[in-house]
């Protein structure tokens, strides 16, 4: 602080205009590059700014422009004073007061009404001169006061170089690019930061409370375009020069220090003339819980026009350090001037209050020298906005130290700094240290009181960088997606995207994983939503046109064999879906469609279709090529015809009995013609048996699941898959259709499907064993045979339908077999070979299965007409064992004499033999008188066992003549 006898301060009114112009204007007007420009053109210069953010803006310009060897930067906690220096850049409160340049320029002079910082912007316009010319820059509204102050200055009036104009209310979402949203609080601008990240990708933030160091990278990361928006405090209205398009404000009170209040119409301008750079015209608006401004208000901001500057704040720059007292009589003094205001108390005198109470501090200040350096070190400013008695006692400390020390010990400032050197934490804590270390970095950046003040200063700087550092990447990852922002930027700039795939299909572009490749399908990241995924799937797509297209044409010119048909009807290709078979007219041939394509080029799509449907067609010929080939055959007509139309319809297979009537009609060279076809003519299916194979059968599985008509249809991975699975049997499920089991080749009993050809072929196994013959060339009965007409299950019967005895009786039953439990033959004793050539109806069988009775139930009774012969009990704890023998149900029996019967009388058919499976039988014998019932009698009884012996006997003496002649 300088003496009341410094020239500068003693400056008269009479004087204070000399080789002064006053250049006033809205913002844009190029004030702040008229000021520089000038300067350069004199030997030396100085310019004053309001911060240090700006300071170091204009620094780095000038140092760029002429040298960094000609210029110096001075602020409160920065100092870069070279040798040589001509030049120098300072912040209003540092602007050096004993230094003489031929230029010197003041900024932003519509401050000296802050009541905060004004006094100091109204001394520097009072009584800061340079030798040749000084520039005094602001707004308009300070002409008048300017005029009265500074008798006789040339004012120049600048117009605003662009327009400026109201765009009304708008939501965040939706604000335009390079906006800038101002709030007045931290947590406002937290709060919509974090809006801005969810809807558009990330946002740049500015406020006061941040270190230069951070809102530098801040705005740089908004300037160079990694994003498109600015969040800010009232800061951005200070001189910053940002290509800001649009300015919105989200709110209209602030707290000025003293109160909360509306922002008047000069403070909106200062911010809102933000918008529009140079000749780019710009808009501002509102947006957030904010009304739409009214119409006087907007034809205020847009033509310029407030109300004048009345006041500026002035505090007594003329003080006595004689002592205590005077200090504190100087700084209450009020001016004398007309359009000056005493400012309202300081933070520093404040301080000087309260440290001054303490009986100690008072004994120290004992001279002139120790008053004035009491004030200095009650100026340290307070960047931790703490209270002002924890303050005061910070300064205290610093002030006993200079005085009992000469200079603040080392070791106690390195303990104080060493609160600071810590990057861990989140944004607030961050700012809280960075606000700490700005306070010592201050106090380093007095020469005289640290024993080496240029040491100190590089520690502090270096410490205040690294938080810097750490607290714009905090702000970087809560409030911006980079790998968005990044992908933005090089979609506007229309250049090529570095772009890699790997093995899974994981797309990156710029390094960034984006999303997944699946065949010509793109995921994008499923974590990312809104402007971020839309900004990655225009990332993706324009990184991937190449890529789809050489997929096209690789699949186009694919083998066959590349491309697989999935069990569930999807189209595979190099591992990933392409495409799904779909419904069409013709069940037999459904259509291609392509599985989100929307990447691919409408020829591209077009040849892939067309490659498609080439494929398909082989594979159609391949598994069901015997069923396109019968529902086209030329040579069938009448019943045949119509036999294979009801087969191509039921993909394959129907019921003997229900084409029952064609059947009896069909000529022999019909029936030729259709085993031509492939089909055969099964006991109780026609079938075509190719289509039993797993790969026939699995396609069907899919063309009977593409034809479903039902409200409630059946999804296909939940339809089962016997053939793929081998299955000869299985147990069905009551949500699937009977149908169902029916098209892929099964045919289903009680709730069991059991496969077509495996139930043929139990029938000629089971037709085999009923009709052998004792005769010379077979004399040992088949494996199963019991008796004439009957027969036992045996292991071979279970593996062809794949199943076990239960399954296997329920089976017989269904197909019109009746069961009968009865004794088990006794074990013989002599050599088996012996008693089959005596008796080989009583042969053991070579393999029987010995099933557990089934109990009768009134839905069976006993059809035999014969009496279960009752088996001795050998050992009473046990059972006797038994055995279930099985004939063709009678009812079933008449059933076929009356078919016989109605063949004999057809006409022109072959009434002498009967095609049961696909294989002829004997001509029937001519049925005998029935005998009636034999008299019942009590099978408890001893003539029951006898009557069963002699039965017995007596079919044995039948087959005597037989056996003699072999």
């Known amino acids: 602080m300088q003496n009341a006898n410094d020239e500068f301060i003693l400056l008269p009114a009479s004087a204070r205009a000399r080789n002064v112009t006053a250049i006033l204007g809205p913002t844009n007007t190029g004030k702040t590059h008229l000021a520089i420009e000038r300067m350069l053109g004199h030997k030396s210069g100085m310019i004053g700014l309001p911060l240090r953010l700006l300071a170091r803006e204009v620094y780095t310009r000038i140092a760029a422009r002429i040298g960094e060897d000609k210029v ?20 209003i409160e540092a602007m050096p007061l004993d230094l003489e340049v031929e230029f010197l320029a003041i900024d932003e002079i519509q401050l000296a009404s802050d009541f905060d910082r004004g006094h100091v912007f109204t001394d520097r316009i009072l009584f800061r001169r340079a030798t040749r010319e000084t520039l005094i820059l602001g707004a308009a509204t300070m002409r008048p006061l300017i005029e009265m102050l500074l008798p006789g200055v040339n004012i120049l009036a600048r117009p605003r170089l662009s327009k400026l104009s109201y765009s009304g209310q708008t939501k965040i979402s939706r604000l335009p690019r390079r906006s800038a949203i101002v709030a007045f609080s931290a947590s406002e601008v937290y709060t919509i930061a974090e809006l801005i990240r969810r809807q558009r990708g990330g946002a740049a933030v500015v406020l006061g409370a941040l ?15 990694e994003v498109d928006y600015l969040v800010a405090t009232d800061a951005i209205g200070m001189g910053l020069n940002l290509d800001i ?17 509306i922002l008047n119409p000069a403070e909106m301008a200062q911010i809102a003339g933000r918008a529009g750079r140079h000749l780019h015209d710009g808009t501002f608006g509102v947006t957030g819980n904010v009304e739409p401004f009214d119409t006087e208000l907007i034809e205020r901001l847009e033509g310029h026009n407030f109300d004048p500057v009345k006041i500026l704040q002035w505090r007594n720059p003329r003080l006595d350090f004689s002592s205590l007292t005077s200090l504190k009589d100087g700084l209450a003094q009020s001016p004398r001037e007309q359009g000056l205001s005493r400012a309202p108390t300081a933070s520093d005198e404040m301080v000087l209050d309260l440290a001054s109470r303490d009986p100690e501090i008072t004994a120290l200040v004992d001279s002139p020298e120790r008053v004035s350096l009491f004030w200095d070190t009650c100026q340290l400013p307070d960047y931790r906005k703490i209270a002002p008695a924890h303050h005061a006692d910070i300064v205290t400390n610093l002030f006993r130290h200079l005085v009992e020390d000469g200079r603040i010990p080392d070791e106690w400032f390195a303990r104080q700094i060493a609160y600071a050197d810590r990057t861990d934490g989140d944004i607030d804590t961050l700012s809280n240290r960075i606000s700490h270390i700005r306070t010592w970095t201050f106090v380093a950046n007095r020469p005289d009181w640290l024993t080496d003040p240029e040491e100190w200063q590089d520690r502090t700087r270096a410490i205040e960088d690294r938080l810097s550092d750490a607290l714009h990447e905090r702000l970087t990852q809560r409030f911006v997606d980079r790998r968005t922002s990044i992908l933005m930027r090089r979609l506007r700039d229309n250049s090529d995207l570095d772009m890699s795939i790997s093995d899974k299909g994981e797309v990156s572009v710029e390094g960034h994983f984006v999303g997944t490749l699946k065949g010509f399908v793109f995921s ?41 048909l999935s069990d569930d009807g999807k189209i595979v290709w190099a591992g990933d879906e392409i495409a799904e078979l779909a419904a069409s007219e013709n069940s037999l041939k459904p259509r291609i469609q392509l599985t989100h394509a929307e990447q691919l080029q409408a020829s591209d799509r077009e040849a892939i279709v067309a490659r498609l ?12 090529g015997s069923l396109t080939a019968l529902s086209l055959a030329k040579d069938l007509s009448g019943i045949a015809r119509g036999i294979a139309f009801r087969l191509a319809e039921n993909y394959g297979s129907v019921s003997r009995k229900a084409i029952a009537e064609e059947m009896r009609n069909l000529a022999k060279e019909d029936r030729a013609a259709l085993r031509a ?13 190719a289509l039993l194979k797993p790969a026939g059968a699995n396609l069907i599985r899919i063309f009977w699941h593409l034809k479903q008509d039902s409200s409630e249809p059946v999804e296909l991975p939940s339809l089962p898959q016997p053939a793929s699975q081998g299955l000869m049997s299985l ?31 139990l029938a000629d196994e089971i037709r085999e064993i009923l009709s052998w013959r004792s005769s010379e060339e077979t004399t040992t009965a088949p494996d199963g045979w019991h008796a004439r007409g009957k027969f036992v299950s045996t292991p071979r019967m279970m593996s062809l339908i794949g199943a076990g005895a239960e399954e296997l009786s329920s089976l017989l039953r269904c197909i019109g077999f009746h069961g009968e439990t009865i004794p088990a033959p006794p074990k013989p004793e002599s050599n088996p070979e012996e008693i089959a050539d005596a008796n080989p109806a009583a042969a053991p069988q070579s393999e029987t299965t010995a099933e557990s ?99 017995d006997l007596k079919r044995n003496q039948g087959k005597k003549p037989a056996q003699k002649k072999g």
């Not at 110096?72 to 912040?91: D, M, N, Q, S, W």
């Not at 707290?255 to 909360?260: P, T």
């Not at 699937?736 to 496969?755: D, L, M, S």
């Open 211 to 225: 270190s230069p160091r951070t809102r530098n990278a801040q705005v740089a990361m908004y300037q160079e375009g």
């Open 677 to 689: 076809c492939g089909v055969r003519f099964g006991a109780h299916t026609i079938y075509v048996p």
């Open 72 to 91: 110096a930067l001075i602020t409160g906690e920065e100092k870069i004073k070279p040798r040589h220096a001509k030049y120098f850049v300072c912040t």
């Open 245 to 261: 398009d649009h300015v919105a404000f989200a709110a209209n009170r602030k707290f000025d220090g003293h109160q909360f209040r």
């Open 853 to 951: 009775p089934v109990p009768k139930t009134p839905a069976e009774p006993d059809q035999s007409g014969e009496s279960n012969v009752a088996a001795e009990d050998s050992e009473p704890s046990e059972p006797a064992p038994t055995i279930t023998v099985w004939r063709v149900a009678r009812t079933n029996r008449r059933k076929a004499d009356n078919k016989n019967t109605n063949r004999a009388r057809d006409p022109g058919k072959d009434n002498t033999k009967r095609e049961i499976g696909n294989r002829p039988r004997k001509a029937q014998k001519p049925t005998r008188n029935k005998k009636p019932d034999p008299v019942r009698i009590d099978p408890d009884s001893p003539f029951a066992a006898l009557a069963g012996l002699k039965q």
């Open 731 to 761: 147990a069905t499920d009551a949500a699937v259709p009977e149908n169902y089991y029916q098209a892929i080749g099964y045919h289903v009993f009680a709730g069991r499907a059991v496969r077509i050809d495996m139930l043929e072929r």
């Open 524 to 564: 994008p990241d499923p974590g990312a939503g809104g402007q971020e995924g839309k900004a990655l799937r225009a990332a993706a797509l324009k990184a991937l046109t190449t890529e789809i297209a050489d997929r096209a044409k690789s699949l186009t010119e694919a083998a066959d064999k590349d491309i697989i």
């Open 613 to 624: 449907d080439i494929w398909l067609t082989t594979i159609l010929a391949e598994r069901t």
